[in-house]
């Protein structure tokens, strides 16, 4: 499956932001789907999963009450729904798929996209 993020851009602190990721390819309900992150000088973190129904998600502590996942099967889409946003939350995202949710927590997807850069100002 091929991953294309979008949506990133600077904000200040306390704004939201949606970021999305289409993908093409393998069937797309097959695949859980997440986000991941990487600030300078930082390991690649998870962000939010959802499995491939859209039944469950989890989060990263940093995120939870903040940040929303999304998925729409009938569209490949997932989404990324930001809120109340800290310069702390300032990194590159990344879309990730793996076949199980695990992989995503994990931090070893199967595939991920380019990543878009979300910068938040104090």
């Known amino acids: 499956v091929q991953l294309q993020a979008s949506g990133g851009g600077l904000v200040q602190a306390g704004d939201s932001l949606r970021l999305s990721c289409g993908a093409s390819g393998r069937t797309f309900s097959s695949y859980a789907m997440g986000w991941l992150r990487q600030a300078p000088g930082k390991e690649r973190e998870l962000v939010a999963a959802?499995?491939?129904?859209?039944?469950?998600?989890y989060y990263a502590d940093s995120v939870k009450g903040r940040f929303t996942i999304s998925r729409d099967n009938a569209k490949n889409t997932v989404s990324l729904q930001m809120y109340s946003l800290k310069p702390e939350d300032t990194a590159v995202y990344y879309c990730?798929?793996?076949?199980?949710?695990?992989?995503?927590?994990?931090?070893?997807?199967?595939?991920w996209g380019q990543g878009t850069q979300v910068t938040v100002s104090s």
């Open positions: 959802i499995t491939r129904s859209g039944s469950s998600t």
């Open positions: 990730a798929a793996a076949v199980d949710l695990h992989s995503i927590v994990v931090v070893t997807p199967d595939c």
